[in-house]
């Protein structure tokens, strides 16, 4: 080692050699004076690490604060699934329920895909040719309609919904039997009208408006809505009759194909001049 080197260190290794022959001294004798430094020394230390005991302390709650936030996460998630599953199974018996009760042959399918944001909105179903639906059929839950069949495949439909302004059904107050014809406006989505009804018919908030029969789609007595307000057209004899949908598009999973078309000789002389 040259002098530079040595001059470079020399301080710590003297503060070394003197730290270690202080340190052997003090763990060696035991004078009253070395037992007073070590006892006053052992106090100091106590008190220091008393008074910053509260460090680890808030060290470990930040860390048991972590783990809960991550379990109550997991657990918000587990509970979210279990509502969903509950949901969907209850959805599930009410529909079993109704397809068990009707009298008409429907089939069940599933809605893969929605147009909900336009003014000719559709719905497509996993079932097609292969389960018997063809174009025409209505379509339908176990709350009211939905729409009706406009083109198949093998395997899916395509569905013109009641969210279309190019829809339209027979309908009637179940109430008084009044007829007119249900359509959407293109502006409410929780809103269809009920035209053609004569003024003098009685209608109250509340009643029930269900498919007429008069209709080569959907049989009698499926409802379609429920009346939440009504006017009469000034210097027109003609009622206008807003109703809340029995069934939500945007709410709805599942669907049935009512497996029924019209007769084909009622068809060709309905079509007659």
Known sequence: MNVRQWAHIRDWVL???????????????????LRSLRATSMEITARVETNMSWVGRYVRALEE??????????????????????????????????????????????????????????????????????????????????????????????????LNMDFRVPAKLQSSNAMGIVRWEGTLRDQLLMEHVIKTEQVEVGDLVVSSGYSDVFPAGYPIGVVESYERQPGKNQLLIYLRPASSIDTGDHAFVVLETPDPERVEIEQMN
């Open 65 to 162: 604060n972590d783990a809960l936030q991550q379990e109550n996460i997991q657990l918000s998630s587990q509970l979210a699934r279990s509502r969903e599953a509950q949901q969907e199974n209850e959805r599930l018996r009410l529909l079993l329920t109704f397809q068990q009760q009707t009298l008409h042959r429907l089939a069940p399918a599933r809605i893969v895909e929605k147009e909900i944001t336009k003014q000719r909105n559709f719905l497509t179903l996993n079932i097609g040719r292969e389960q018997g639906v063809a174009v025409g059929m209505g379509v339908v839950d176990d709350r009211g309609i939905l729409g009706k069949v406009e083109l198949v495949s093998e395997h899916y439909a395509r569905v013109m919904s009641y």
């Open 15 to 33: 503060l070394v050699g003197l730290l270690g022959v202080s340190a052997l001294i003090m763990l060696t004798q035991n004078t009253p004076i």
